[in-house]
């Protein structure tokens, strides 16, 4: 089994920035792509950035400029840094690892953007 913990999270105001962490722990051999989504009240989870073992990556459009992903393969870890944020960014964030034919979700962390 692999858990997933999720930091950064947390009340920004439009402008901003934050820097998301997920560290995987558990049985882990081979982590292949590790991504971000998030789902804000009332709307359905969406894709926000994914980055493979390799290093490619692609973003979300309206977050293209504004939100970096990478990854430690070292450390099991991805990251998402966030600028340049806006209201509508608003959501909990969940980190997503996919290794062999599973697929493992974080708890999610919650990102507010306002003033």
């Known amino acids: 089994q692999v858990q997933l913990v999720e930091s950064g999270g947390g009340l920004v105001q439009p402008g901003g920035s934050l820097r998301l962490s997920c560290a995987a722990s558990?049985?882990?051999?081979?982590?292949?792509?590790m991504g971000w989504y998030r789902q804000a009240p009332g709307k359905q989870r969406e894709l926000v950035a994914v980055?493979?073992?390799?290093?490619?990556?692609n973003y979300e459009d309206s977050v293209k400029g504004r939100f970096t992903i990478s990854r430690d393969n070292a450390k099991n870890t991805v990251y998402l840094q966030m600028n340049s944020l806006k209201p509508e960014d608003t959501a909990v964030y969940y980190c997503?690892?996919?290794?062999?034919?599973?697929?493992?979700w974080g708890q999610g962390t919650q990102v507010t953007v306002s003033s």
């Open positions: 997503n690892m996919d290794q062999g034919l599973s697929t493992y």
């Open positions: 558990g049985s882990i051999f081979k982590i292949n792509a």
């Open positions: 980055i493979s073992r390799g290093g490619s990556t």
